[in-house]
């Protein structure tokens, strides 16, 4: 921790896996004995970059920007970037951690990286956010390519951006390379099913939770934080498997809708119109109500979906959840609970699915979009969901049964961690001291 001075998530993330490992690192000295611990903790490569670019008043502005190529163990880096104000070294060096071993829980070949900037697109006009995007590429163009280094979306970073992010490694490379992103459009290269992959990957955990219950999505009550991708498609998926989802989010508030969201006009305020979860409740016509500031998880419900960010749900919101009923918790967020309260849902023997596995769908589809680019070929939809829906199976059993394996039945935390964990450290010890 001494040499990664104040990365707090970065120190939480690695926290969780070491702990997690600990039955593994008994069973198998060899992985000490390779050092293989130490060198998972240190990213192959970190680049920060000045991005300068000009706003519509003509201001210079000057953001910075990451990539963290952290392991290539099992394929390219493979991660994607956000754009938000937050961003500083700790919280791509967690992020690309992490996605190390959900790769290698998803059983596609990809490494794990993550990269974005403290830029904030909120309230920035089309111009601003393409100048931005163009001066961000600019500089990362010379470190991606589809055998090096393949980025996506994250928070902050959609379609929109991926388009113009894409526009400019073209113009700089004078390639089509249609493998060096992920996230693209539908007549670009881009895959079906890939938009809504992430958060439907999450309920489809959630049901494969329930599943070991004898009890799956159908007539449960969701809760859903956030409002941007995750969280949109995870509301869908649920609703299309007999749930009724009653809240989303974003960082001003949170809406409840006892009749469940209605998702056309929550995906034209947020999509179309990029406006504020407030205006759901203003034209919902006094179906919805809408609470300023507040923690969503006050709401009563049987399945939480955490889909905003990290550190959202708190040993507090975890108590509330429990006393009100809650069965199981799938993260769509990347390490949306606190250590406490992942801690207090597994005492209380919730179900709870850790984002390293319950949110790997979105990565998957990126791989499968890869897999579509390199053949120069486009699947339909029904095929992309299927092969989404098989991987999600897979990675939900072999955390249960990881978990069986290492003394821990039913903990998917220690499942997720240590199924990924042997995939990568067995790729590195072929590899050799790299
Ligand atoms: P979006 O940018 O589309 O949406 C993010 C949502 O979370 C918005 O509603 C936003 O509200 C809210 N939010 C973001 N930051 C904060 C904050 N600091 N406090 C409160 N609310 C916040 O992002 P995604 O839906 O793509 O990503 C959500 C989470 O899922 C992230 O943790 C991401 O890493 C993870 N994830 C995403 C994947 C994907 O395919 N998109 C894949 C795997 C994980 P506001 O507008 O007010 O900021």
């Known amino acids: 921790l001494h040499r990664n001075p104040g990365e707090t998530e970065f120190h939480q993330a690695v926290t969780e896996v070491l702990e997690a490992l600990e039955p593994v690192v008994d069973r198998h000295p060899e992985y000490v004995e390779h050092g293989i611990l130490r060198r998972m903790c240190e990213p192959e490569r970190q680049i920060i970059f000045r991005v300068p670019w000009v706003d519509d008043s003509g201001e210079v502005q000057i953001n910075r920007g990451f990539r963290v190529e952290f392991n290539s163990a099992l ?15 700790g919280i791509i060096k967690f992020l690309g951690f992490e996605q190390v071993y959900k790769n290698a829980l998803t059983g596609m070949p990809i490494g794990g990286g993550k990269g974005g900037s403290d830029f904030n697109p909120a309230g920035r006009s089309d111009g601003e956010v393409m100048r931005f995007c163009q001066s961000f590429m600019t500089e990362l163009y010379r470190h991606i390519g589809e055998y090096t280094d393949v980025p996506a979306g994250d928070v902050g970073v959609g379609a929109r951006e991926i388009g113009y992010l894409f526009g400019q490694y073209k113009r700089l490379t004078n390639r089509f390379e249609a493998g060096v992103l992920t996230g693209k459009g539908l007549t670009w290269g881009g ?4 938009t809504e992959a992430t958060g439907y990957g999450a309920v489809m955990f959630a049901n494969s939770m329930l599943g070991t219950k004898g009890e799956s999505m159908d007539g449960q009550k969701v ?20 749930a009724t989802v009653v809240t989303a989010s974003d960082s001003s508030g949170y809406v409840v809708d006892e009749d469940g969201l209605d998702l056309d006009l929550l995906k034209q305020i947020k999509e179309v119109e990029r406006g504020r979860i407030s205006e759901y409740a203003q034209r919902r016509g006094g179906r919805s109500r809408y609470v300023e500031g507040g923690s969503v998880w006050d709401v009563p419900g049987t399945v939480a979906i955490p889909s905003a960010t990290q550190n959202e749900l708190d040993d507090a919101a975890a108590r509330t959840l429990i ?3 809650v069965k199981a918790v799938s993260e ?5 609970s606190t250590q406490k309260a992942t801690e207090l849902f597994l005492d209380a023997g919730i179900l709870f699915g850790p984002g390293k596995a319950a949110n790997a769908g979105g990565v998957a589809t990126s791989a499968l979009e890869m897999q579509q680019n390199a053949s120069r070929d486009s699947w339909t939809f029904d095929y992309t969901h299927d092969r989404l829906e098989a991987i999600m199976a897979d990675v939900h ?8 394996e290492y003394g821990a039945p039913g903990n998917y935390v220690v499942g997720a961690n240590i199924a990924g964990f042997l995939k990568v450290a067995d790729a590195m010890i072929a590899q050799g001291i790299v």
């Open 75 to 89: 394929g390219p880096y493979k991660g994607g970037l956000r754009f938000h104000p937050s961003v500083y070294l």
């Open 191 to 194: 895959s079906l099913v890939r």
């Open 223 to 242: 809760l859903i934080s956030g409002s941007g991708n995750v969280a949109i498609y995870a509301a869908a998926k649920a609703q299309s498997l007999g």
């Open 323 to 325: 006393k009100n009923g």
């Open 332 to 336: 769509g967020a990347n390490m949306p």
């Open 397 to 404: 059993d072999r955390c249960m049964a990881t978990a069986d």
